[in-house]
């Protein structure tokens, strides 16, 4: 199965910033060879909520997490839009990992699946998201 989480905080634009998040996911689908029906059975969870916010803890995040399984595809168009927490997205990713569930972000591609400079890449960047989301509260 294909989840697709997506999340905006209260400050945006729903509709746009989720057209948006949508939008990505769809054309990263079509690219990695995904068909039309797999796209068309997609299940979407939509958040409104702050990414330094615990997944677990957010109300589509939670549900997400309590309906993954093995096989699974779980796409978002950001890292910053899944987590602006590095605790919280490198324990998901070891959690995915270990559940072998695959976590497909279109900014940055397969952090489940990928090398020791990958993972030096997403933490890197989920380290600047997360001081960013920090300097936004100060």
Do not use: P
């Not at 990695?32 to 330094?52: A, C, L, R």
């Amino acid at each position: 199965m294909i989840y697709a989480y997506l999340r905006k905080s209260a400050e945006e634009n729903a509709d746009k910033s989720f057209e948006r998040q949508r939008s990505r996911i769809t054309e990263t689908l079509y690219q990695g060879g995904h068909s039309e029906e797999e796209i068309n059975q997609v299940i979407y969870f939509e958040d409104i909520s702050s990414g330094s916010k615990l997944l677990r803890n957010r109300d589509k995040g939670g549900d997400l997490l309590r309906k993954i399984k093995k096989g699974d595809l779980i796409i978002c168009s950001h890292l910053d839009r899944f987590s602006r927490n590095h605790y919280d997205l490198i324990t998901n990713v070891e959690k995915f990992k270990r559940m072998g569930v695959n976590l497909l972000l279109c900014d940055v591609g397969s952090v489940t699946e990928s090398d020791s400079m990958g993972r030096i890449f997403y933490q890197v960047l989920s380290i600047v998201a997360e001081w960013y989301s920090t300097s936004l509260s100060e």
